[in-house]
């Protein structure tokens, strides 16, 4: 099967991908088999599988963390080619692209402090509304917006959702995927203490990193128009391929868990569990491949390579519908339930 059946940003370029896991916690199942399916995706194309750490939630992320992550992929076999790169040591690349928004119009300075907002919130909530920000600062004229804000007024920095209209996406499991601009509000792009948050520093350091195409998991959907916007609003580098996998949900069918017994991968390492054994059974999670099981990396990467990506993902294949939920839906070909993990499933 040519590479041409999986959906490459271009044909004539090697795949550029990324996991991106935050160190708030130890690496668990799911984060382990985003970074597989990464990983073989970018051997088989002879692309670039690249660590990127994403860390600017100094409140929760710890050194014990990160190195349980790197440790945790080292012991599974899962190397990388470039970094590991550390969010909160590329603030300046979040800086640049957010004046950059700002000077073009596609973001705006906000503001309202947070008991107003919180004010707000509590109103919509007592009348039955959405709690959207309202873009009150949006209507501030940009010159007295800067000269309040070169007075030193703290002021966070907000994107500018378009008016009317929708943002939609190709999705290599889901098909089409279309939001409704009304939908979403004028996110935040970097705080009043000018910390980036995560919407804006994952598509800057896509875009410098030239990421081609994002694995990630299915949670991410309701990310992705954000993400597009911006994309498009910084005008630096086409959108990349976007492909979102099944969670893995446990028994009873809620996404895995701390109260499902679910662990750290390296817990499994010290239960005894081989990595060649964890590997294949991450690698198999959710779908099953029209061959023989694979019983080595090699033979996982080769089955993994010659069917379409979403053949791996049943139960996201394209439906047709125009919008796509979070929570993935029960679809034919006789797959009725997302994948789940257990205990049972891991010792068959």
């Keep these: 099967m040519s590479p041409a059946q999986f959906p490459l940003a271009s044909p004539s370029v090697r795949p550029r991908v990324r996991f991106a896991p935050s ?43 990160v190195e349980g992550i790197l440790q945790g992929m080292q012991w599974l076999g899962i190397s990388w080619d470039e970094g590991p790169y ?3 040591q590329r603030t300046d690349l979040y800086r640049t692209a957010a004046e950059r928004l700002i000077q073009s119009g596609a973001a705006y300075y906000c503001f309202c402090t ?41 002021a966070a920095v907000r994107f500018a959702i378009p008016e009317g209209g929708s943002t939609s996406f190709n999705d290599a499991v ?15 792009l970097l705080r009043s203490d000018s910390s980036p948050t995560y919407h804006l520093s994952v598509v800057a350091d896509d875009i410098d ?25 910084l005008a630096l580098a086409p959108l990349p391929v976007f492909a979102h996998v099944p969670l893995i949900l446990g028994p009873d069918k ?20 081989v990595p060649e054994a964890f590997r294949n059974f991450l690698a198999l999670l959710g779908w099953t491949p029209p061959e023989a099981t694979p019983d080595s990396i090699g033979s996982t990467l080769n089955t993994f ?12 294949r394209r439906n047709g519908r125009k919008r796509a939920s979070s929570r993935p839906a029960a679809t034919p070909n006789g797959c009725s339930q997302p994948s789940t993990f257990s205990n049972l499933v891991l010792e068959a």
């Design 23 to 65: 160190p708030t916690g130890y690496l668990h199942v799911g984060g382990a088999r985003t970074a597989l399916f990464n990983w073989l995706f970018a051997r088989h194309f002879e692309g670039t599988f690249i660590l990127r750490i994403e860390d600017t939630d100094l409140e929760r992320s710890t050194t014990e963390m």
């Design 305 to 316: 390579a010659r069917i379409p990506l979403s053949a791996c993902c049943p139960l996201l």
């Design 114 to 154: 947070r008991e107003d907002l919180e004010r707000r919130r509590a109103k919509a909530a007592a009348e039955g509304r959405p709690p959207k920000y309202e873009g009150t600062c949006r209507k501030l004229d940009p010159a007295e917006a800067l000269r309040r804000k070169s007075a030193g007024e703290p």
């Design 254 to 273: 809620t996404r895995l868990s701390k109260r499902h017994g679910a662990t750290s991968v390296m817990a499994y390492r010290d239960e005894g569990i």
């Design 86 to 88: 550390y969010q909160t």
């Design 209 to 233: 990193l030239k990421i081609t195409d994002i694995i990630r998991g299915a949670d991410h959907i309701s990310n992705t128009p954000k993400q597009v916007l911006l994309y498009q609003a």
């Design 174 to 188: 889901f098909g089409k995927v279309e939001f409704a601009n009304a939908e979403i509000e004028d996110f935040v």
